[in-house]
């Protein structure tokens, strides 16, 4: 949700910034801008509601000179997405830019006392308020950019990653943040600065990760300074980033949606990697090891996520309930925060974050430590907030997910999911082992039985055809194929804007089965199981109602093939690692469906990559 970038070194600043803004654009946003400091020592604002082709557009006959610069992506909070609106935003004196990720929410407040001391706005943006109140406090009190900064931070509620311009002080960047991710990339001679690490790889592999209420001072000739609101110099630690080029490219693909879901077997197989014994007889979960004393004396286990990782922690809780007879909640992160739960020292929370930023998981995960909980993160993005405030965890190691609607993340989140319920449950003894080896090895076929499920892409693609005129979908599943449900049905949601809803099976009964006709179809994962006879009953409701039925089964089945309108056939697995087979031909579906209705399948309208504000 909205970027940064920031640069400040010998070369042009404009193509870093403008390259650094496109490799966020998965982050999803609605206005662009730069602000560059020029070679005549102008400080030049260009923004435009759009993309960042359109600023592209805007600025091509402008000044574009300089060799510091900051540039943003935002997706609106505070006013709508207009050119007034976008970022970089002056100060009223037009001495200096910033831009701003977050709320500041007491906007208000700090905007009527600066308005009373005859400062105007031209923009309906809690982040004009900000970059007039730091001028304000750096012309009362006669200080430098960096004092102005600290103190109007400590004024601040809020969330905030910024970046500010002084255009007296053409050679340093002022960055900072509070509850939004922020990147220092290191040069040599040069700084870069981004909402995370896309951006700067190109250029350096050495970054820096600020953390809560830091003070990045990047000035030209000088080393690195971190400091607090209250001046206090902190240390830091530079990081080596695991990433390349090749991973934040297509790579031939016309949708990064589709590159990713085509990555997760190789994805899976790295999820593992490591944690798999080679005789495929055992699962070790550093984590687990080294914290498990902790973890098999919770009473219980609670988890917090939001999105697509609730459904990946809907899936983690039947797992964990059915290995480790350990008693499960799953709360979402939002709601969890707000309803003061019941906390204590017994339990164990799993936060589930694929970006490690989202503002409601990190909230709920400082809301239990404070409640004395043991915190265990699972995450994608090396160093993000989440594994830096949580005691212990696990990364999925997929890799960068561009698209906003996630898949690759998905799956990796239950796999890892799946090796902690094992290894739990291994250190319990409450699985036989005849029951963990089977499932460990059949764990380790799951990449090769997801490349064959992606055989079935152009039948999928025709299959979509047919229903891009639908208006609404029910998908339909039970037991562990229940979450599966939810996300069939949210990708669906995300990507082309048909209203779709997931259903346990047999509440179907209990109020959507109103909805079915010859017009609605419905989506059923009724692979076999102990609960196949159970769905299969579910279906012929359905069709006695005239729905049209897609139902994902497993290879072979002659009994529903003859019953709904269209099989999706997979290969056979164990019930509890369904969700990782069956999940994909509804990735597929909701992508080739999007394609066929024109959308911007990698950038849905609305949507964020990372939800960073509440």
């Known amino acids: 949700m909205c970027g940064i970038v920031g640069y400040i070194g010998k070369r042009n600043a404009y193509p870093i910034l403008i390259k650094g803004l496109k490799r966020l654009e998965y982050r999803g946003y609605d206005s662009a801008g730069v602000a560059l400091i020029s070679d005549q020592q102008a400080l030049n604002v260009y923004k435009t509601k759009g993309k960042v082709s359109e600023l592209e557009t805007f600025v091509a006959e402008k000044d574009i000179s300089g060799t510091i610069g900051i540039a943003h992506t935002r997706w609106a909070t505070h006013g709508e997405p207009s050119p007034a609106n976008a970022h970089p935003h002056y100060s009223s004196s037009a001495r200096l830019a910033l831009i701003h990720n977050g709320i500041i929410e007491n906007y208000a407040v700090l905007k009527e006392k600066l308005q009373s001391k005859g400062y105007t706005f031209k923009s309906s943006t809690d982040t004009e308020v900000l970059v007039q109140l730091i001028e304000y406090i ?6 430098d950019l960096l004092a102005a900064v600290q103190l109007a931070l400590r004024e601040v509620i809020g969330a905030y990653a910024i970046a500010v311009l002084d255009r007296d002080h053409p050679d340093v960047v002022i960055a900072a943040r509070k509850s939004s991710p922020l990147v220092v990339g290191i040069g040599e001679d040069e700084f870069f600065l981004a909402s995370d690490a896309t951006p700067i790889v190109e250029y350096t592999d050495k970054v820096v990760y600020l953390a809560e209420e830091e003070i990045a001072v990047l000035r030209r000739g000088e080393p690195l300074k971190i400091v607090n609101l209250h001046n206090v110099e902190c240390e830091h630690e530079i990081q080596t980033v695991a990433l390349n080029l090749g991973q934040l490219e297509k790579g031939g693909y016309p949708h990064f949606m589709l590159k990713e879901i085509y990555e997760q077997p190789d994805c899976i197989r790295d999820c593992m990697r490591g944690r798999i014994n080679v005789e495929n007889t055992n699962v070790v979960l550093s984590a687990i090891i080294d914290y498990k004393e902790r973890l098999l004396a919770a009473k219980r286990f609670v988890i917090v ?64 430590k404070s409640r004395g909980a043991f915190i265990y993160g699972i995450c994608n993005s090396v160093g993000s907030s989440i594994p830096r405030a949580t005691h212990t965890g696990s990364y999925i190691h997929v890799g960068p997910e561009i698209g906003v609607a996630s898949t690759k993340a998905f799956t990796g989140q239950v796999t890892v999911l799946t090796m902690l319920a094992l290894t739990l449950a ?42 891009t005129y639908a208006h609404n979908f029910i998908y339909l599943g039970r037991g562990f194929a229940y979450p599966v449900a939810l996300e069939g049905a949210l990708k669906l949601k995300e990507i082309s804007y048909i209203h779709a809803e997931g259903y346990p099976a047999a509440e179907m009964k209990h109020g959507p089965i109103a909805l079915v006709d010859t017009e609605m179809p419905v989506v059923v994962i009724a692979t076999r199981n102990d609960l196949y006879e159970k769905v299969l009953s579910n279906i012929q409701e359905i069709k ?44 597929l579906l909701a992508y080739h469906v999007a394609v066929c209705k024109g959308m911007n399948v990698d950038q849905p309208r609305n949507l964020a990559k990372s939800v960073t504000v509440e």
């Open 426 to 467: 291994r250190e319990k003894r409450s699985i036989d082992e005849e029951r963990f080896l089977a499932t460990v090895q059949e764990l380790n076929r799951i990449p090769d039985k997801m490349k064959e499920v992606l055989k079935l892409n152009d039948t999928i693609a025709e299959l979509a055809k047919i229903f």
């Open 138 to 143: 750096q012309d009362k009190r006669n200080i």
């Open 305 to 368: 996520a939001c999105g697509t990782s609730w459904h990946a922690a809907l899936i983690g809780k039947q797992l964990i309930e059915t290995f480790c007879r350990i008693p499960v909640e799953v709360e979402y992160a939002s709601e969890f925060r707000y309803r003061d739960p019941v906390i204590g020292s017994n339990d164990v929370v799993i936060a589930i974050s694929q970006s490690g930023e989202t503002a409601d998981t990190l909230a709920a995960v400082e809301l239990a």
């Open 544 to 587: 006695a109602r005239k729905g049209k039925v897609i139902a994902l089964v497993t290879e072979g089945d002659t009994v529903i093939s003859k019953i709904a309108d269209t099989c999706i056939e997979l290969p056979e697995t164990i019930e509890c690692l369904d969700p990782l087979i069956t999940t994909l031909p509804l990735q």
